[in-house]
């Protein structure tokens, strides 16, 4: 870039652009600057602000069906976000490294539960398990709760998990495996010493991006939750129906923080698993 480029006065059309992303961010971050700030707020009143308290934040952790419900949330992430980087991590491979016969429409498959509604899933989902009493003869009965809230979950996250690590492998020089096959590596040894450490970051990303979905799933968990499963996400959404107050604003804002620095993190991971050529090319 030279000198006169650098000084080179605005034009109208790239002020009015500065203008449009300035009132993108602030439609998207104000609402969420509010709801931080009334979290705060000493009123139990939301929209009267009486002065600046954290008595909100000392009662969310004292309730305990709060607690309950975190500590739900937290199982199913935990759990779904273990299975589903396996499943995904392996499908990815299977997808990048293997030709096998129907891979076209399994390819197409991986990505559908990404592009349709979550509604649709949730629907799906019920369904699945309701039926699952007849598909296994009446010899087994399906009680809805943090397993069939796990399940659903990791049905969803696969995909998630499989598209990034799918990325990280399309990046992969395969002349680095073949060198490791030269030396007389078996397939485990290589995957073993030369691939999974090479795509970590990307399954650490994918990881970090189910367990952020995981943590903030509502539509799907309503559906296929049963009594003493609820999560948080789910808590949260009955009580605004009974009106907003402080105390889910502080309860939202604690799960907003923790699914920023969430995505944060795999954004952090999925960057440093560029190679050194598109690093380059950025630059």
Same mark, same amino acid.
């Given at each position: 870039?030279?000198?006169?480029?650098?000084?080179?006065?605005?034009?109208?059309?790239?002020?009015?652009l500065?203008?449009?992303?300035?009132?993108?961010?602030?439609?998207?971050?104000?609402?969420?600057?509010?709801?931080?700030?009334?979290?705060?707020?000493?009123?139990?009143?939301?929209?009267?602000?009486?002065?600046?308290?954290?008595?909100?934040y000392?009662?969310?952790?004292?309730?305990?069906?709060?607690?309950?419900?975190?500590?739900?949330?937290?199982?199913?992430?935990?759990v779904?976000?273990?299975v589903?980087?396996?499943?995904?991590?392996?499908a990815?491979i299977a997808?990048?490294?293997?030709?096998f016969r129907?891979?076209?429409?399994?390819?197409?498959?991986?990505?559908?539960?990404?592009?349709?509604?979550?509604?649709?899933?949730?629907?799906?989902?019920?369904l699945?398990?309701?039926?699952?009493?007849?598909? +296994?003869? /009446?010899?087994? =009965?399906?009680?809805f709760?943090?397993?069939?809230? *796990?399940? $659903?979950?990791?049905?969803?996250?696969? #995909?998630?998990?499989?598209?990034v690590?799918?990325?990280?492998?399309s990046?992969?020089?395969r002349?680095?495996?073949e060198?490791?096959?030269?030396?007389?590596?078996?397939?485990?040894?290589?995957?073993?010493r030369?691939?999974?450490?090479?795509?970590m970051?990307?399954?650490?990303?994918?990881?970090?991006l189910?367990?952020?979905?995981s943590?903030?799933?509502?539509?799907?968990?309503?559906?296929?939750?049963?009594?003493?499963s609820?999560?948080?996400?789910?808590? +949260?959404? /009955?009580?605004? =129906?009974?009106g907003?107050?402080?105390?889910?604003? *502080?309860? $939202?804002t604690?799960?907003?923080?923790? #699914?920023?620095?969430?995505?944060?993190?795999?954004?952090?991971?999925?960057?440093?698993?560029?190679?050194?050529?598109?690093?380059?090319?950025?630059?």
């Amino acid at each position: 870039m030279t000198v006169s480029a650098a000084i080179r006065p605005k034009s109208p059309i790239e002020r009015l652009l500065a203008s449009n992303s300035w009132l993108v961010f602030a439609f998207l971050y104000l609402p969420i600057l509010l709801l931080i700030g009334f979290s705060f707020n000493e009123n139990r009143n939301v929209g009267i602000w009486t002065g600046f308290s954290t008595r909100w934040y000392g009662e969310m952790f004292q309730n305990n069906d709060v607690m309950r419900a975190l500590r739900n949330t937290l199982i199913v992430a935990l759990v779904s976000t273990l299975v589903s980087t396996a499943l995904g991590t392996m499908a990815a491979i299977a997808m990048e490294r293997f030709r096998f016969r129907g891979r076209g429409t399994l390819d197409g498959l991986l990505y559908l539960p990404i592009i349709i509604p979550d509604v649709t899933m949730a629907v799906m989902m019920l369904l699945f398990f309701a039926q699952a009493f007849d598909l +296994v003869g /009446g010899f087994a =009965r399906v009680n809805f709760g943090l397993g069939t809230i *796990a399940l $659903s979950h990791i049905a969803f996250n696969i #995909s998630f998990v499989a598209v990034v690590v799918r990325a990280r492998l399309s990046m992969l020089d395969r002349a680095l495996e073949e060198a490791a096959a030269d030396l007389y590596a078996d397939r485990w040894q290589i995957f073993r010493r030369v691939t999974l450490p090479l795509i970590m970051p990307g399954v650490a990303g994918g990881a970090l991006l189910a367990l952020t979905l995981s943590l903030d799933d509502v539509v799907v968990t309503s559906f296929v939750s049963g009594p003493g499963s609820t999560t948080l996400p789910v808590y +949260v959404f /009955g009580l605004v =129906r009974r009106g907003v107050t402080p105390l889910i604003n *502080a309860v $939202s804002t604690v799960m907003l923080v923790a #699914s920023m620095v969430l995505v944060g993190v795999s954004l952090l991971f999925q960057r440093g698993s560029r190679s050194p050529d598109q690093e380059e090319g950025l630059t």
